[in-house]
């Protein structure tokens, strides 16, 4: 994402877009991160970092205050805005990286802004940090001419921070043309977080088989009653009536026609 470039000093936001020379080979040092000029390069000491993109130094014995050229970091202490997102990240690294170190300052064409503070390039060993603040996605860049002798190279360094979203860039559309707009990051909180994916449950063990039913036992077969006998002979009727089998019927145990004189097929009927 480029950012574009305004008619304002850096303590507003940029407007219009601007162009420039390219960082020329002489320039650049680490990766293409440019070295100081000589001839418009002064040293101080850096006594702390107001905040990400801006410092408190002591230059001839008098305190000043650097404003760091071509970028700009998220807010942590604006009065009309709150702490936006990656501004203490950025406020932290300057200050761990700088506070009480000898750095080189470089100035391009305008001296102060309208605040009265020093318009500089911060080097540090060799290395400017403007660059590091983009490389590493702490800031973005921000275009206020006439100082913009290394805007090119500088938009190099924030694509590729923005291609890996880096720090400011992780946020999406986070960073906009004049700053930083805090509504992407509660836009960013509302949506839905998408559940992470759960395992596959392992599979269940096949239960084992049941055993066979034992075959129900074999009913014993049913014995039939054995049937009378039919082999009972009467002496006569008064035998069959003292045993109190009277009348027999032709058929019944001890019938006979002995006993059924009348032969009507019923015996001692009398």
């Not at 170190?101 to 802004?113: G, H, Q, S, W």
């Not at 009265?116 to 702490?138: Q, S």
């Not at 002496?235 to 089998?245: D, M, P, R, Y």
Request: charged letters at 30%; hydrophobic letters at 30%.
């Amino acid at each position: 994402m480029c950012v574009a470039a305004v008619n304002a000093p850096p303590s507003e936001k940029p407007m219009a877009a601007a162009t420039t020379e390219s960082v020329q080979p002489e320039q650049v040092k680490q990766a293409g991160v440019p070295e100081p000029v000589n001839n418009t390069q002064i040293t101080a000491k850096v006594l702390r970092a107001v905040d990400g993109d801006a410092l408190e130094v002591e230059l001839d014995g008098k305190k000043e205050t650097v404003r760091m050229l071509l970028i700009d970091t998220a807010e942590t202490k604006h009065p009309d805005k709150p702490v936006q997102p990656f501004g203490p990240e950025a406020a932290a690294f300057t200050k761990e990286t700088l506070e009480g170190k000898e750095a080189t300052l470089e100035k391009d064409v305008t001296e102060r802004d309208k605040y009265g503070r020093l318009l500089m390039y911060v080097y540090l060993d060799g290395k400017m940090f403007n660059a590091t603040l983009l490389e590493k996605g702490l800031a973005r860049v921000a275009v206020y001419p006439p100082d913009v002798k290394y805007v090119d190279r500088f938009r190099e360094l924030q694509t590729q921070a923005q291609t890996a979203k880096l720090g400011i860039w992780s946020i999406e559309n986070y960073v906009t043309e004049t700053g930083y707009d805090e509504t992407a990051v509660k836009k960013e909180e509302q949506q839905p977080q998408v559940a992470p994916a759960q395992p596959e449950p392992e599979p269940k063990p096949e239960p084992e088989p049941k055993p066979e039913p034992k075959p129900a036992p074999v009913a014993p077969p049913v014995q039939e009653a054995p049937k009378p006998s039919t082999n009972i002979v009467y002496k006569n009727c008064t035998e069959v009536k003292s045993l109190g089998k009277a009348p027999l019927y032709e058929g019944d145990p001890g019938y006979s026609r002995k006993l059924d004189r009348d032969g009507d097929g019923v015996a001692c009927e009398k």
